[in-house]
Each structure stands twice: as structure tokens, then as C-alpha cells.
């Protein structure tokens, strides 16, 4: 797996991926707001993606995953993370996180990332709240909920 900074040929890889889990997120391949804001993270160079050695960046609609993160010392933020379908539980999430966090997270810092709630059905389906925990992030706050009208709690992570 190669983990590299997005491109804007990038872009329908992102939109593959939303629809992915837009179950779970709500709409957003047809919300333009969704596609500036990853055009946006992509010219700031704040916006990576997971491909298979080998594919090229002008054929990056088949992406492992992707993350959208917010570069904002002392508190950073993961605004997006998603991972294929067929990729889950490869270590591509880790491995965006991981990559994002030797860029730009120098200590001390907080990393957060707003997840879906405990009783959301995307907490156990999809994985994300023990992804991040694994991860070294703890449970905070309850969050705004989602698009879809489901809870979401704010996750943190200090970095010393």
C-alpha cells in the first residue's frame, strides 16, 4: 500500500469512496459543499490517499481509502476518514492516520475526530469507534448529530 498526498485527479476516488458510506454519513457525491471541501484539503495539501503500489495517480478512482485532516497546531482534526470496503481491516485507516500524524502533529498536541455515537448502527457496523480507540483516542463529548440525524460523540487524542 502507498500512502500519498491527493491529487486533484484524486477527486472521483474521493466521491467513490463517499458513496461507500453515505448510509451512514448522508448525501454526499451529489453535495457540491462534500466536493470543495476536498478540493480545498487536497490545494491546501492536507488531504492523503491509500492506492495499491503500482496504480497510478491519473487512475485513482479504485482508492483504499482516504483521509481529510485539519493542520491546525496546538488542536488538529480528523474531518474525514474512509475506508473502502474491501479494504477494511487491512490497516489502511492506520496506516492514513499514521502518515498524517508524522506530517503534521508535533506535541504537544490534540488530535480529534467526531464518530458516530454508541447507539448509532455505524459504531458496531462500520468499526469506527474501536478503530479509534486502538488508536489511542479516548471518548469525549457528545457531538452535533450527523447529516443523517444519527449521534455523534468527539473522540481526542493528546500527543505529548
Do not use: C
Not at 24 to 49: E, H, K, N, Q, Y
Not at 62 to 89: E, M
Not at 116 to 128: Q, Y
Amino acid at each position: 500500500m502507498i500512502i500519498r498526498t491527493a491529487q486533484e485527479q484524486d477527486v472521483p476516488g474521493f466521491l467513490g469512496l463517499a458513496a461507500q458510506v453515505e448510509h451512514w454519513f448522508g448525501p454526499m457525491v451529489a453535495d457540491p459543499g462534500f466536493t470543495r471541501a476536498v478540493r480545498r484539503s487536497i490545494g491546501a495539501g492536507t488531504a492523503l490517499v491509500a492506492s495499491e503500489p503500482g496504480e497510478s495517480e491519473e487512475s485513482s478512482s479504485g482508492l483504499l481509502g482516504a483521509v481529510l485532516f485539519g493542520a491546525a497546531p496546538p488542536v488538529h482534526h480528523v474531518h474525514w476518514l474512509v475506508v473502502s470496503d474491501g479494504a477494511r481491516g487491512r490497516g489502511v485507516g492506520s496506516a492514513l492516520l499514521s502518515d498524517a500524524f508524522r506530517r503534521w502533529v508535533r506535541g504537544p498536541a490534540t488530535v480529534e475526530v467526531v464518530t458516530f455515537g454508541a447507539d448509532h448502527p455505524g459504531a458496531v457496523a462500520g468499526g469506527a469507534r474501536v478503530f479509534y480507540e486502538r488508536l489511542g483516542f479516548t471518548p469525549a463529548e457528545p457531538a452535533p448529530p450527523g447529516p443523517e440525524g444519527g449521534s455523534r460523540q468527539v473522540y481526542r487524542r493528546h500527543v505529548p
